[in-house]
C-alpha cells in the first residue's frame, strides 16, 4: 500500500512540475505581448483624412515602373477573370518559359499541318474537284501566321487556380489538341467552300 502512494505522489509531483513550467511559460508570453502591446500604443496613430485622386493634372515623365490604381498586384491572383461590359478578359499567363512553349506549340502543330493534316485534306480533297496548291499553301501561311495569338489567347484562358507548373505540361497538351481540332475544322471548312469559290 506504501508503494501505491508513493506512486501516486512521485506522478503528483511531476505533474505540478510539469504545470509550474507551464505557468512560467504562459508568464513570459503574456510578459512579452504586453511589452509589444504598450510599443505599438506609444506610437502615433496615422491618420488618412481623404485621398483624391485627380488624373486631369497627372503629368506622365516618364512610362516605366507600375501604377497601381485600386488594385494591389497580390490580390490579382485570387481573381480568376474580371469582366468588361459583359466580356471576360483574361489575366495573362505569365512563366518563364512562355515563349518558348508557344515556340514548341508552334512547332507541333505546323508539323501536324504538314502530316496528318495533309494526309486528311488529301483524301477529302480526293473526293471533292483539285484545289490549286499554290492557295492552299496560302491558307497554310495565313493559318500559320495566326497560330501564336491563337496560342497566347488559350494560354491566357487557363483559370488562375489550374496555373502551376505541375500543371503546365498537361495544359501544354490540352491547347494542342484543342488547336488541331480548331485547325481540321478551318481547314475542312475552305474545303467545303472551295468549289463555291472557284
Given at each position: 500500500?506504501?508503494?501505491?502512494?508513493?506512486?501516486?505522489?512521485?506522478?503528483?509531483?511531476?505533474?505540478?512540475?510539469?504545470?509550474?513550467?507551464?505557468?512560467?511559460?504562459?508568464?513570459?508570453?503574456?510578459?512579452t505581448l504586453s511589452t509589444e502591446l504598450r510599443q505599438l500604443k506609444e506610437k502615433p496613430a496615422v491618420n488618412v483624412e481623404?485621398?483624391?485622386?485627380?488624373?486631369?493634372?497627372?503629368?506622365?515623365?516618364?512610362?516605366?515602373?507600375?501604377?497601381?490604381?485600386?488594385?494591389?498586384?497580390?490580390?490579382?491572383?485570387?481573381?480568376?477573370?474580371?469582366?468588361?461590359?459583359?466580356?471576360?478578359?483574361?489575366?495573362?499567363?505569365?512563366?518563364?518559359?512562355?515563349?518558348?512553349?508557344?515556340?514548341?506549340?508552334?512547332?507541333?502543330?505546323?508539323?501536324?499541318?504538314?502530316?496528318?493534316?495533309?494526309?486528311?485534306?488529301?483524301?477529302?480533297?480526293?473526293?471533292?474537284?483539285?484545289?490549286?496548291?499554290?492557295?492552299?499553301?496560302?491558307?497554310?501561311?495565313?493559318?500559320?501566321?495566326?497560330?501564336?495569338?491563337?496560342?497566347?489567347?488559350?494560354?491566357?484562358?487557363?483559370?488562375?487556380?489550374?496555373?502551376?507548373?505541375?500543371?503546365?505540361?498537361?495544359?501544354?497538351?490540352?491547347?494542342?489538341?484543342?488547336?488541331?481540332?480548331?485547325?481540321?475544322?478551318?481547314?475542312?471548312?475552305?474545303?467545303?467552300?472551295?468549289?463555291?469559290?472557284?
Amino acid at each position: 500500500m506504501n508503494a501505491d502512494y508513493h506512486t501516486y505522489f512521485c506522478q503528483l509531483q511531476s505533474y505540478l512540475e510539469f504545470q509550474d513550467k507551464r505557468i512560467k511559460d504562459l508568464e513570459a508570453a503574456v510578459h512579452t505581448l504586453s511589452t509589444e502591446l504598450r510599443q505599438l500604443k506609444e506610437k502615433p496613430a496615422v491618420n488618412v483624412e481623404r485621398i483624391e485622386y485627380r488624373f486631369d493634372q497627372l503629368k506622365v515623365e516618364r512610362l516605366d515602373g507600375t501604377l497601381n490604381i485600386g488594385l494591389n498586384p497580390q490580390e490579382l491572383q485570387n481573381i480568376d477573370e474580371f469582366a468588361v461590359n459583359s466580356e471576360p478578359v483574361h489575366i495573362p499567363y505569365v512563366f518563364p518559359q512562355r515563349d518558348q512553349v508557344i515556340e514548341h506549340i508552334c512547332r507541333t502543330l505546323q508539323t501536324y499541318m504538314n502530316t496528318e493534316l495533309a494526309e486528311n485534306l488529301a483524301r477529302a480533297g480526293a473526293d471533292s474537284p483539285s484545289i490549286d496548291p499554290s492557295y492552299l499553301n496560302f491558307i497554310k501561311e495565313d493559318i500559320s501566321s495566326q497560330l501564336p495569338q491563337k496560342i497566347i489567347y488559350y494560354l491566357d484562358s487557363v483559370p488562375v487556380n489550374e496555373r502551376t507548373p505541375e500543371e503546365l505540361s498537361v495544359q501544354i497538351e490540352n491547347i494542342t489538341e484543342k488547336l488541331k481540332v480548331d485547325l481540321s475544322q478551318a481547314f475542312f471548312t475552305f474545303l467545303n467552300s472551295a468549289p463555291k469559290q472557284q
